[in-house]
């Protein structure tokens, strides 16, 4: 049986040539494109989120959010701004602290 923790360092390696037709497709509503989104960055967003509040359950909750969030406004991102992924991490970032009345947030 393989740890949880082991489990969630196993993650999908997308080249960086990918991922904007990775995110052109989620944008679509492949679900696949999404599913290896997903794949590709749960731990870290979940990472970054549990960093900041510092709850499991909270980081969690918060990470799904994020994920239904890039599912709805994946045609919305702007690559010229930046990376699909630098996207993703830098809106968990900001719920996690939004969420955390110790960083500043806590609505």
């Given at each position: 049986?393989v740890?949880e923790?082991?489990?969630l360092?196993?993650?999908a390696?997308?080249?960086a ?24 960055t ?6 970054t ?14 990470t ?8 709805r406004?994946?045609?919305r ?5 930046g990376s ?14 939004d ?9």
């Amino acid at each position: 049986m393989v740890s949880e923790t082991r489990r969630l360092r196993e993650v999908a390696v997308i080249p960086a040539a990918r991922w904007p037709d990775l995110r052109a497709a989620v944008a679509r509503g492949d679900q696949a494109a999404f599913g290896a989104l997903y794949d590709a960055t749960a731990s870290q967003i979940f990472g970054t989120v549990l960093g900041v509040v510092r709850d499991r359950s909270q980081s969690e909750e918060i990470t799904q959010e994020v994920f239904i969030d890039v599912w709805r406004h994946a045609a919305r991102f702007d690559p010229a701004t930046g990376s699909a992924r630098t996207w993703i991490l830098t809106m968990a970032h900001r719920r996690a602290v939004d969420r955390c009345p110790s960083v500043g947030g806590g609505q």
